[in-house]
């Protein structure tokens, strides 16, 4: 890389003085000859010159015609890229682009650049990164760090390393791996277009919905009981291996709408493949007989013009308006019945109980 392509570095700071994290003896990646890295080989790396064919000079020679800022275009492509970069400089932090300060939730880079990078990785992690920088720039090898983000939460994600020719200091980029839009969960979307359920966030508002109502009742006696049941299709994971996964979820959401009350609120989940909602149920004895449907329905597993495909299901079930106060409360305690069920070797339901009872 010329020193065109790094002025980037250059221009962001005047200090060089580096700053060290807090119970650090020394800056873990200041010293890159403690680490292996061969900056020989990082200097002037082997290349092995091969005559270009016509076409290719021909277009080399017209690139070196033309009148490009190198360093203006390198600026442009980090800062707008959708991948988090973070340049450092003898452990500090010297800049960071728009997707990194959208990954640690910051308002603006003023809180970080200029301080140890190792502030934004968890400790556990800063001698793992130490011993691997080295053949992240010399080999290509990537690594997963876990950073903290401004809210406590930690976020963790590949990155891989490029290394800076800088004179005075031992300089590189991090850079991490590109987001794919289509992971992400569109909240405008409300259905899904496979199944034609409601998505989790369309749910959650149901469930809210249905809280607020039986809560503003004024007689109490006239409030009625909602559950919200959790289902994990437990081997999915080898319908996915046979390339049948959107047929069974299509199957089994097909099932559940079709034989279920038409009151029920089927829809399709993201950790755990789907939720459903009794509401205005006058009883436990009615949510035990609605929930026990369920189990059947999936119990009886799917099929396809040859074969029959056996569920291992887990359903986790939380009730209103106890042990559960509100719309909120009803999620959490159904995820976590979902995860006792999944403790067991078979299909089960597990109710959610409160410590308290």
């Not at 449907?293 to 495909?309: A, K, M, P, Y």
Request: glycine share 4%; with cysteine.
């Amino acid at each position: 890389m010329t020193d065109q392509s790094i002025n980037i570095i250059q221009n962001l700071d005047g200090d060089d003085k580096v700053v060290t994290v807090n119970d650090v003896d020394t800056a873990i990646l200041k010293d890159a000859k403690k680490y292996n890295i061969d900056l020989e080989k990082l200097e002037n790396p082997i290349t092995v010159q091969k005559p270009l064919p016509v076409m290719e000079k021909r277009r080399a020679e017209t690139w070196r015609r033309l009148d490009v800022n190198l360093s203006d275009v390198v600026n442009l492509m980090i800062a707008t890229s959708e991948r988090p970069t973070f340049l450092i400089r003898d452990d500090k932090l010297v800049y960071i682009n728009q997707a990194a300060i959208k990954m640690l939730e910051l308002e603006s880079d003023r809180d970080v650049v200029g301080k140890n990078f190792l502030n934004l990785v968890v400790p556990e992690e800063w001698n793992m990164l130490a011993e691997n920088i080295g053949e992240m720039l010399t080999n290509g090898k990537i690594i997963r760090i876990h950073f903290k983000n401004a809210s406590g939460v930690t976020k963790a994600m590949n990155f891989q390393a490029i290394y800076l020719s800088e004179i005075e200091h031992f300089s590189f980029i991090l850079l991490g791996e590109h987001v794919k839009k289509e992971e992400k969960i569109s909240v405008n979307n409300l259905y899904d277009d496979l199944t034609g359920l409601p998505n989790f966030f369309l749910f959650e508002d149901r469930v809210q919905v249905a809280v607020s109502m039986e809560n503003i009742k004024d007689n109490a006696k006239d409030q009625k009981m909602i559950a919200v049941a959790a289902i994990s299709i437990n081997n999915m994971e080898s319908f996915r291996r046979m390339h049948i996964e959107d047929f069974v979820v299509k199957k089994i959401a097909n099932n559940l709408v079709l034989n279920l009350n038409k009151m029920t609120t089927v829809a399709l989940g993201v950790k755990y493949n789907f939720w459903i909602m009794l509401q205005g149920v006058k009883n436990q004895a009615e949510i035990n007989h609605e929930i026990r449907h369920v189990f059947e329905i999936l119990n009886d597993g799917i099929s396809d013009n040859f074969t029959r495909h056996e569920l291992s299901f887990s359903i986790g079930v939380a009730c209103f308006p106890q042990p559960a106060h509100s719309a909120k409360k009803l999620i959490e305690q159904a995820i976590s019945a979902v995860k006792n069920a999944q403790r067991s070797n078979k299909n089960s339901i597990e109710f959610f109980e409160s410590k308290n009872n």
